[in-house]
């Protein structure tokens, strides 16, 4: 069964420093979503991608942040200066045509230490 | 602002016994889908089971189903003949066909 698949699975960064989580969602998807989830609290909503641009994102999607898509498989999440705060599981996900219905795959998750 | 609420922070069940977990969403919007996704130790998110709203009739899938009452903005999930395996944190959610708003959770423990 396709899936998303999510690289790497556990990073440990020093707060300031880039991170770049990476992302390869499934081949025939169009629509491309990141949501994270702090430890012990609901899954939330950061971004989701079509078309080469971001069709809608949260409040938390602030500066700090960045998606993008640099190849045919790839989606990208890029965290400059990470804070304290930010620690968490990133997961991307994808679906679709909304033809289809909007089943969203999410695959294992990236699990990002700030210390 | 759109919510989802899952009120039972903790349920457990006797394997092989019937357990529901309890969803409740607010929205005006008329076009929606609703999910329950199962979030094992791993922290994998897996995806169990989809109801499209303007579907009135409710969703099955194996062991598990959905009680969709739209009027009510209720959406629970009907885990029957309980398994080991079924133990989890099980989230609900809520959205448009962009993006999806999820409850707390409700952590699922299966008794031998």
């Known amino acids: 069964e396709p899936e998303v698949t999510q690289t790497p699975s556990h990073q440990v960064t020093q707060m300031g420093q880039e991170v770049i989580l990476r992302c390869v969602p499934i081949?025939?998807?169009?629509?491309f979503y990141w949501y994270r989830q702090i430890l012990g609290q609901k899954v939330e909503f950061l971004v989701s991608?079509?078309?080469?641009?971001?069709?809608?994102k949260s409040e938390i999607f602030d500066d700090q942040f960045s998606v993008e898509r640099p190849d045919g498989s790839n989606f990208t999440l890029k965290i400059r200066s990470t804070k304290l705060e930010d620690s968490a599981m990133y997961f991307c996900?994808?679906?679709?045509?909304?033809?289809?219905?909007?089943?969203?795959?999410f695959g294992e998750g990236s699990w990002l230490t700030v210390v | 602002a759109q919510t989802v609420t899952q009120s039972q922070p903790e349920m457990s069940v006797q394997e092989a016994e019937t357990v529901t977990l309890s969803c409740t969403y607010d929205?005006?919007?008329?076009?929606?889908?609703l999910f329950w996704y199962k979030q094992p130790p791993s922290r994998q998110m897996i995806l169990v089971i989809r109801?499209?709203?303007?579907?009135?009739q409710n969703a099955t899938e194996n062991r598990f189903s959905v009680n969709f009452q739209k009027a009510a903005k209720s959406f629970s999930l009907k885990i029957s003949d309980s398994q080991l395996g079924d133990a989890a944190m099980y989230f609900c959610?809520?959205?448009?066909?962009?993006?999806?708003?999820f409850g707390a959770g409700t952590t699922v423990t299966v008794r031998a």
């Open positions: 996900a994808s679906s679709g045509q909304r033809s289809s219905g909007n089943t969203i795959y």
């Open positions: 081949s025939n998807h169009l629509y």
């Open positions: 991608f079509y078309n080469n641009e971001i069709s809608e």
């Open positions: 929205t005006s919007e008329s076009d929606y889908y």
């Open positions: 109801q499209e709203a303007y579907k009135q």
């Open positions: 959610a809520w959205g448009p066909f962009y993006k999806l708003s």
